[in-house]
């Protein structure tokens, strides 16, 4: 099971919502949801010392650096998010069927945490991605009633534009910004 941060540490825009102890606390707590998904036994274990007041996160897998699942999670609470996240990803059938509990121990865990909201009106691509930074924050476009998340690991293609497998409807397709 590999790891990765939450958000990178040289990232001086944002305060860190969570220690590393603490994100590799939730990694686990993650890895348990997978595993009692499976009907494996677990223990949920909890970070300690006080959370940030997060109550969204994603939660990708990949085998061997193949996408395998990729499900957001949101709740009360960060620890609710976590497990919300983990048990969807445990039936996330779109990319190559749905896992199985013979590679659970093969599978790279990625948690991104969602720090905050703000709204961003910039519809120029070149000011509109030194705004979005690749790698460091994640996009959420709305579109009337249908909408997409982007985490951070998705870049802006060099357009300006993000390209998208499986939105909210089920189709692929290009959104512009």
């Given at each position: ?43 949920l ?25 990729s499900m ?5 609470s ?16 779109r ?72 939105l ?10």
């Amino acid at each position: 099971m590999g790891y990765t941060p939450a958000m990178r540490s040289d990232d001086s825009r944002r305060d860190a919502a969570l220690t590393l102890s603490q994100a590799t606390v939730l990694l686990h707590r993650a890895y348990a949801q997978l595993l009692r998904a499976f009907g494996h036994e677990a223990a949920l274990v909890t970070p300690d010392g006080p959370l940030a007041e997060v109550r969204a996160v994603n939660l990708t897998l990949r085998r061997r650096g193949v996408l395998r699942a990729s499900m957001s999670g949101a709740g009360p609470s960060i620890l609710d998010a976590v497990d919300e996240a983990a048990r969807r990803a445990a039936s996330d059938a779109r990319y190559g069927g749905g896992l199985c509990a013979a590679e659970l121990h093969q599978l790279d865990l990625e948690l991104w945490v969602n720090v905050g909201v703000e709204d961003v009106t910039e519809r120029e691509p070149k000011r509109l991605a030194r705004l979005l930074p690749c790698g460091v924050v994640g996009v959420e476009l709305k579109v009337g009633d249908k909408s997409a998340y982007f985490k951070p690991s998705v870049a802006l293609t060099s357009d300006g534009r993000f390209a998208a497998a499986g939105l909210v409807d089920g189709q692929t397709g290009v959104w512009s910004t």
